[in-house]
Structures are given as C-alpha cells and as structure tokens.
C-alpha cells in the first residue's frame, strides 16, 4: 500500500486560514489526487479534486469559494495542498488525501474512483 501522510490540521477559529498538506511518492506525479473529509457523525464527502497536471480541478459547492487545491509534483514526491479560508464550524472534519493509480490521471469526485488513502489530519473549527 503507498503511502500518503496529511499534515497541517488543528484547531483555528471561524473566519480563519489553514493549509493542509499531503505527501506522496514521485510515482504518483502522473495520478489524479484529491481530498476529502468526514465529520462527526458524517459519512465522508469529497471536497475537491486535482488532475495529474494541476489543471483541471472540482470543489463540492459548499467549499468552491473559499478552498483551493493545488499541487507539486516533483521526481521523488508529490505534494498535495488544500489551501483553506473563511473556515466555518461545519469545516469540522478529519481531512483524507486519496489518489488514483497511476494509469488515473484525472480528477474524479467518487471515493470508488481512488485508490489509495491518507490516514487524515484533524480540522477543528470553533465558532
């Protein structure tokens, strides 16, 4: 199993920023990647999605305006952002970071659709 590992979470107040992280091998430079969340009693819901390239992106409605993502892809590693504003009590979630294999390189919306896992960073929004 490859491994992704998220950073950047924590507690932040409502109206504040954070950036999430996530690191990946070099293999996955050629991989759609995307991120999504699961909130207390939640099922977990796609927020948004990247192509290999970095050109084409997809947000849920509810983070369009003020999530984006983006990402590096260099030969050793790739890393995976999720740049956050204007954060809101029901951001509250442990945030995943997934990619598709490598023969994947565009963005998808689905969880059936990646194929590897983060083990999540925890994002708590107080209001």
């Known amino acids: 199993q490859a491994q992704l590992e998220e950073s950047g979470g924590g507690l932040v107040q409502a109206g504040d920023s954070l950036r999430l992280t996530c690191e990946a091998p070099g293999t996955f430079g050629t991989s759609g990647m995307g991120w999504f969340r699961q909130g207390p009693g939640k099922e977990r819901e796609f927020v948004a999605s990247?192509?290999?390239?970095?050109?084409?992106?997809?947000?849920v409605d509810s983070v369009r305006d003020r999530f984006i993502i983006s990402r590096h892809n260099a030969l050793n590693i790739v890393t995976l952002y999720l740049q956050m504003t204007s954060l809101k009590p029901e951001d509250t979630a442990v945030y995943y970071c997934?990619?598709?294999?490598?023969?994947?390189?565009?963005?998808?919306?689905?969880?059936?659709?990646?194929?590897?896992w983060g083990q999540g960073t925890q994002v708590t929004v107080s209001s």
């Open positions: 990247i192509s290999w390239s970095g050109v084409a992106t997809e947000y």
């Open positions: 997934a990619a598709r294999d490598f023969k994947r390189p565009t963005q998808a919306t689905r969880e059936s659709e990646y194929d590897y």
